[in-house]
């Protein structure tokens, strides 16, 4: 499973963005699709995870703020953003949890200023 995220950018504290993960590739065998988040001390922490049959987890961090999505036509994860914070500011990267294990993309910045 090949993963492209986009969306990321400069946002001030208390603004919205929205990520994109298009995959592509065997998306036959995966099953959840996740949003990590990574800092700057290369900490990398699940933000938001659904699964193909549509349970969502979502971290505490983020909890009423953060939207996760995937549209099954178009292969593409979502990750609605709203009221974020400057601690927000990550390099977000999308997974796939596949049959023969985890995919990556390279990763989105956001930068969230106060």
């Known amino acids: 499973v090949q993963l492209a995220e986009s969306g990321g950018g400069l946002v001030q504290s208390g603004g919205s963005l929205k990520l994109s993960c298009a995959a592509s590739?065997?998306?036959?065998?995966?099953?959840?699709y996740a949003w990590y988040r990574q800092d700057a001390g290369n900490q990398r922490d699940m933000v938001a995870r659904?699964?193909?049959?549509?349970?969502?987890t979502y971290s505490d961090s983020v909890k009423g703020r953060f939207t996760i999505s995937f549209d099954n036509a178009k292969n593409t994860v979502y990750l609605q953003m709203n009221s974020l914070e400057p601690e927000d500011s990550a390099v977000y990267l999308c997974?796939?949890?596949?049959?023969?294990?985890?995919?990556w993309g390279q990763g989105t910045q956001v930068t969230v200023s106060s």
């Open positions: 997974n796939a949890e596949g049959w023969y294990g985890n995919y």
């Open positions: 590739g065997t998306t036959y065998e995966a099953n959840a």
């Open positions: 659904i699964h193909t049959g549509g349970k969502i």
